[in-house]
């Protein structure tokens, strides 16, 4: 972009107004942040385990939102409270890192980006230390297992 140039003011003059600064672009609107409202058991209609910290959520497409938290709890334990409380079996959808999906409901091609349900997932595998915890000097400051949540768009049937 090419700029206009602007001559020296001389002693004694008012040198010229400045450019006014294009707009900036507006932030994505996509991460919630992890101190606004944390949803509940009833907003999501899925069971959150019981120390779970809300992290975020982010827009998944189709009117569909999914909902990240952290666990200080290890994988097989979140796996197993899951099984237990959804009464599933769920699948065990990747070995390495281990990762179970809890698909509860029928998933609709048309409208829906995800198919409804509930995924954990162990962040220690491989030596990791752990998902960030995103609040800057919050306990803990790194989570073994995450556990991210879709529900259904608002309005449909499952």
């Known amino acids: 972009m090419a700029q206009t140039p602007q001559p020296f003011p001389r002693p004694g003059t008012t040198p010229p107004p400045a450019a006014p600064a294009p707009p900036a672009a507006p932030a994505p609107q996509q991460a919630a942040p992890a101190t606004s409202g944390a949803p509940t058991e009833a907003s999501l209609g899925f069971p ?3 120390t779970a910290q809300f992290l975020a959520s982010y ?15 290890p994988y097989a334990d979140l796996v197993a409270y899951y099984r237990t409380t959804l009464k599933e079996r769920g699948d065990q959808v990747f070995e390495q890192p281990p990762t179970h999906m809890f698909s509860i409901g029928r998933f609709r091609e048309e409208t829906m980006a995800f198919p409804p349900g509930v995924t ?4 220690t ?13 919050a306990q803990p400051a790194r989570f073994p297992t995450i556990i991210m949540i879709v529900p259904a768009p608002a309005g449909s049937r499952q």
């Open 48 to 50: 959150i385990y019981p």
């Open 59 to 73: 827009d998944a497409g189709r009117g569909q939102r999914y909902f990240v938290f952290g666990a200080t709890a």
């Open 120 to 123: 954990v997932k162990d962040w």
């Open 125 to 137: 595998w491989g030596g990791s230390a752990g998902y960030p915890n995103p609040r800057l000097g």
